[in-house]
Nanobody, 123 residues
Framework: QVHLVESGGGLVQPGGSLTLSCHASGSIFKIKTMGWHRQVQGRQRELVARSTSRGTLYYADSVKGRFTISVDNAKNTSYLQMNGVKPEDTAVYSC?????????????????WGQGTQVTVSS
């Protein structure tokens, strides 16, 4: 079993900064990708940023140049550094990860999600 727990959400003023953290724990053999999504009530969930174990990074156009995803492999933790935040960044941010666990000698990869953390950008 694998668990993801986010932290770091809260209220921030426009133009300010915030760092979200996502810690993965459990019977982890290998983390292949870690990503951050956000959702506003009534709207579709949006992929914000993703990092793969091969070093590939993805950012949504709306956050390029402002947000940075990083992963500390030793701590099984991903971070989303949010700079220059805007009111339209207000959403529930959730992390997800593609994690491989060992079932005997067989590597099994599944997707896991955290519960989400609220980010509100307002003056």
């Amino acid at each position: 079993q694998v668990h993801l727990v986010e932290s770091g959400g809260g209220l921030v003023q426009p133009g300010g900064s915030l760092t979200l953290s996502c810690h993965a724990s459990g019977s982890i053999f290998k983390i292949k990708t870690m990503g951050w999504h956000r959702q506003v009530q009534g709207r579709q969930r949006e992929l914000v940023a993703r990092s793969t174990s091969r070093g590939t990074l993805y950012y949504a156009d709306s956050v390029k140049g402002r947000f940075t995803i990083s992963v500390d492999n030793a701590k099984n933790t991903s971070y989303l550094q949010m700079n220059g935040v805007k009111p339209e960044d207000t959403a529930v941010y959730s992390c997800n990860a593609d994690v491989a666990v060992l079932n005997g000698v067989v590597e099994v990869t599944s997707e896991y999600w955290g519960q989400g953390t609220q980010v509100t950008v307002s003056s």
